[in-house]
C-alpha cells in the first residue's frame, strides 16, 4: 500500500473527481478526511471507504469561509492527530464571455478555486511544519491552468493562479519537506461539466452530444475522455512520490489535448 496510515484531507471529495481521489487513496491505506459543502455526498464518500474497512470522515465547509476552514481542519487533526497530505480539489465553474460576466460571479469563481487554495494551504501547512514531518499537497489545476478556452475566462484565470499558489508553496515548504504539486486535468465527465452541456449546446447551436463529440472527444489523441479514476491514480503517485525531487509541478492528465 503506497500510502498505509497517511492522514489526507480532500476537499470537495463528495463528488466527481475529489471522491475518485479519496476511494484510491483510501484504498492504498491512507485515513481519509473530506471536506465539502455537500455534506449528504460527503458523508455517502467517507460511508463507502468505511465499507470497504478503511477509515474516513466527512465534514461540512465552505473552503472559502475561513472560520469552516479553520475549524474542518481542527476537527481532523483532533480525530486523526495530523495531516500528511492536502489535495485541494474543490471547484465550480460559471460560463459566460468576459464582456457580459457579472463580477459576483466572477467573485466566487476565483474564491472558490484560491481563497479556497490558499485557506486550506493554510491550515495544513501549520500543522505539517509543526509536527515536522514533512508533507504533500496536491491542488487540481486544469488544461485551463496552461491555455485558455472561450466562455471561461474567471476559470482561466483561477487555474493558472492555482499553479503559481503551487510554486510558493513549493519553495517556502521545500526546507521543510513539503512537496506541493498540480494535477490539469482535461474535460472529465462530472457534474461540473455535464452541467455546462445545456448552456454550451444552446450557445454553440449545436446538439448535447455534438457538445460531447466536437467539444469533449475532439480534443483527446483518441477520442476517450479522461476518468475521475485517471486523475486519482496521478495524484496517488504524486501523493507517495518518495523523496523532494518532485515539487513545483504540474501534470497534465488529458489524453494529449495539452501537451508540455
Ligand atoms: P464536481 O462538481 O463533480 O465536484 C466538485 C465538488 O466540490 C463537489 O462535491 C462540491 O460540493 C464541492 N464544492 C464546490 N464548491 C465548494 C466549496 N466552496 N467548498 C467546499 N466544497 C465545494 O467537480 P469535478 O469535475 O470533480 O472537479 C473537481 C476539481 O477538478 C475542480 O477543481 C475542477 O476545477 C477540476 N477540474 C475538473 C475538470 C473536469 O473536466 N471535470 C477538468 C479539469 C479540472
Redesign the pocket.
Known sequence: MKLLDKVVVV??????????IALAFAKEGAQVCI????IA??NATAETIRGNRGRASAWK?????EE?VESMVENAIAEYGRIDVLV??????RLGEIVDFSFADWKVVL???LD?AFLMTRACLRNMYRVGKGGAIIY?????SKEASKLKGP?VV??HGVLGLCRAVAKEGGPRGVRANV???????????T?QFPALSRDLGISEEEVVEKLLQATTVNGQL?L?ED?AEAAVFLASFPTMALTGQSLVV?HGWHMS
Do not use: E
Open positions: 476537499t470537495g471529495a463528495g463528488n466527481g473527481i475529489g471522491r475518485a471536506a465539502d459543502i455537500d455526498a460527503a465547509a465552505d473552503v472559502t469561509v469552516q485541494s480539489n474543490a471547484g465550480i465553474q474564491a472558490t478555486h479556497g487540481l489545476g486544469s488544461v485551463h476559470y483561477a487555474k494535477i490539469c486535468p482535461g474535460f472529465v465527465l462530472t457534474d461540473m461539466v452541467s479522461t475521475p486523475v488529458s
